[in-house]
Structures are given as C-alpha cells and as structure tokens.
C-alpha cells in the first residue's frame, strides 16, 4: 500500500508547475510565450529561431534561462520578471487539495525552477498560500536549474532537509533523478506513466494520491 512507503517521510517537496495546478490550467503555455519573445529581443532572432532555442536549451541543460545562461550569458533577473509575468485567471482554488496538503504530517515545502515570488502567487491563486512552511526558487539555488543534482543539494541545504525522511512530488520525470539517488520518496505526477528506476510511485490526481498516503 502506498501509506505503508512514507510513514518514515517528515518533510513533504513539492514541485510547482503542473503539480500543485493540473496542466488543463495551461499556465504554463502563456509562460512559454513569454520566453520565446524574451529570447527574441535577447539574442535578436526570429520567432521560430527563437522557440526552437528554447526547446532545446529547456532538453539540454534543465532550463531556457540554464542554457541562456550558458551559452548567451543572459542575465537571470529580468528574464525572470519578465516571463512570469503572466495571467492567473485560468487558475482555481482547490479546497480538497488544500486539506490533504494541510493534512501531510511534518514540514511541507515548495521548491520551483519558477521564482518563489511566482510561486507564491500561484498558491494564493490556488488557495494553498499559508500552508508551506518554505517556498524556494530557482533564485535559492543560485539560478542553477533542476534536474541538476547540485540545485537540489543547495536549497536542501538551506532548508535542513534530511533526504532520508523526504519525498519528492513532481511532473518533470527528469527532475525526480537526483532525489531518488539522495534517498528520497519519488512521485511522478502526470497524466501518462513513466517507467523508470527513479520514480516510486505515478499519479495524475495529486489530491486522491496524497488522501491515500494520510
């Protein structure tokens, strides 16, 4: 039974986008458009050149901004404020979910590639602000992205995180790599299944699973 596997958990991670909002929201393609205008004005290129950077660069190196970073030495800042400046209209709060999160015995955290100001944002907008006790973002790890295992070193660090007695819950299956090999509870939250040695458990209902677990 899944409660069975995390009666040892005492701190709860969870991604942002795409976990704590079902991806019917679709915030995530306004955000996207955003970055590929970013990237245009940045590197003065056109709009197919431009969104085809930011495929490649989000497959190779975690994120747009990693590989913007790298390659184009773009500053982080105002690539951030910019792309997350986005609408929340598609956003609804979710009271079920707020209750099973409420209900996760120990510590409860977010950590994001996003920023922890857009983060907190999207809580409040899903009626889950007041309910984590951190919310980290891509600037906590000093702007390196996940699925780098040195990102998540960094932010667990700053929060005391024993990885031994945590689970991770995320959407990108890439990014559940480095928790698996510090010792932590992986679950894969997404509509379609992926089989891999990394992931502990699947889900595409976040609320039903974490109901299951409490």
């Given at each position: 039974?899944?409660?069975?596997?995390?009666?040892?958990?005492?701190?709860?991670?969870?991604?942002?986008?795409?976990?704590?909002?079902?991806?019917?929201?679709?915030?995530?393609?306004?955000?996207?458009?955003?970055?590929?205008?970013?990237?245009?004005?940045?590197?003065?290129?056109?709009?197919?050149?431009?969104?085809?950077?930011r495929?490649?660069?989000w497959?190779?190196?975690?994120?747009?901004?990693?590989?913007?970073?790298?390659?184009?030495?773009?500053?982080?800042?105002?690539?951030?404020?910019?792309?997350?400046?986005?609408?929340?209209?598609?956003?609804?709060?979710?009271?079920?979910?707020?209750?099973?999160?409420?209900?996760?015995?120990?510590?409860?955290?977010?950590?994001?590639?996003?920023?922890?100001?857009?983060?907190?944002?999207?809580?409040?907008?899903?009626?889950?602000?007041?309910?984590?006790?951190?919310?980290?973002?891509?600037?906590?790890?000093?702007?390196?992205?996940?699925?780098?295992?040195?990102?998540?070193?960094?932010?667990?660090?700053?929060?005391?995180?024993?990885?031994?007695?945590?689970?991770?819950f995320?959407?990108?299956?890439?990014?559940?790599?480095?928790?698996?090999?510090?010792?932590?509870?992986?679950?894969?939250?997404?509509?379609?299944?992926?089989?891999?040695?990394?992931?502990?458990?699947?889900?595409?209902?976040?609320?039903?699973?974490l109901?299951?677990?409490?």
């Amino acid at each position: 039974m899944p409660r069975d596997n995390f009666t040892h958990v005492t701190t709860w991670v969870f991604d942002l986008d795409n976990t704590l909002y079902p991806p019917s929201a679709r915030l995530f393609d306004q955000i996207e458009v955003r970055m590929t205008q970013y990237v245009m004005d940045a590197l003065g290129v056109d709009q197919p050149t431009a969104d085809a950077l930011r495929r490649q660069y989000w497959a190779e190196y975690g994120t747009t901004l990693a590989g913007l970073m790298r390659v184009h030495d773009v500053d982080p800042g105002p690539y951030l404020t910019e792309v997350h400046e986005i609408n929340f209209d598609g956003l609804e709060p979710d009271e079920r979910l707020a209750a099973r999160i409420e209900a996760l015995p120990g510590r409860r955290i977010v950590y994001t590639n996003g920023t922890a100001p857009y983060a907190k944002r999207v809580l409040a907008a899903r009626g889950l602000d007041g309910l984590f006790d951190a919310v980290y973002g891509v600037e906590h790890a000093g702007f390196l992205p996940k699925p780098e295992r040195a990102a998540f070193e960094t932010v667990f660090g700053l929060d005391g995180v024993t990885t031994e007695t945590a689970a991770m819950f995320e959407d990108d299956h890439r990014n559940l790599v480095a928790p698996h090999q510090m010792g932590m509870r992986t679950v894969h939250v997404a509509p379609e299944r992926h089989e891999a040695d990394h992931i502990h458990h699947h889900t595409d209902d976040l609320t039903d699973f974490l109901a299951r677990i409490t």
